[in-house]
């Protein structure tokens, strides 16, 4: 079974969220550079725990879920330039990019 996000209140990791506002047909292109991204870099970052790439039905949205070990390890990430590099090719596709930090509140299962 893949490794995949794993939501729990008791575990101390920090939650990406990231919100791309892109034109749909450029919608499948993003998902595709950021899950090579992930691949290349991202997972060999320290710290680095999932990454999950939601697309939007009407096309013009891509969510990243991601968790990492900490805020920290997530800052130290932005700072390294094979990320860095990755990164500018989704700014270059994405016309808005919200970037955010979350901790889990609460988690609900059936």
């Given at each position: 079974m893949a490794v995949t996000a794993f939501i729990d209140t008791t575990r101390p990791v920090m939650t990406l969220i990231n919100v791309f506002t892109v034109?749909?047909?450029?919608?499948?292109?993003?998902?595709?550079?950021?899950?090579?991204?992930?691949e290349e870099t991202m997972r060999h970052?320290?710290?680095?725990?999932?990454?999950?790439?939601?697309?939007?039905?009407?096309?013009?949205?891509?969510?990243?879920y991601a968790q990492w070990e900490s805020e920290e390890h997530y800052r130290r990430m932005l700072a390294d330039p094979e990320a860095t590099a990755h990164m500018a090719k989704a700014v270059a596709i994405a016309t808005d990019i919200q970037p955010r930090l979350f901790r889990v509140e609460s988690a609900h299962t059936k």
């Open positions: 034109a749909p047909d450029r919608q499948s292109e993003l998902v595709a550079l950021l899950a090579r991204a992930t970052q320290p710290g680095f725990i999932c990454a999950n790439f939601h697309a939007s039905q009407d096309g013009e949205r891509v969510i990243n």
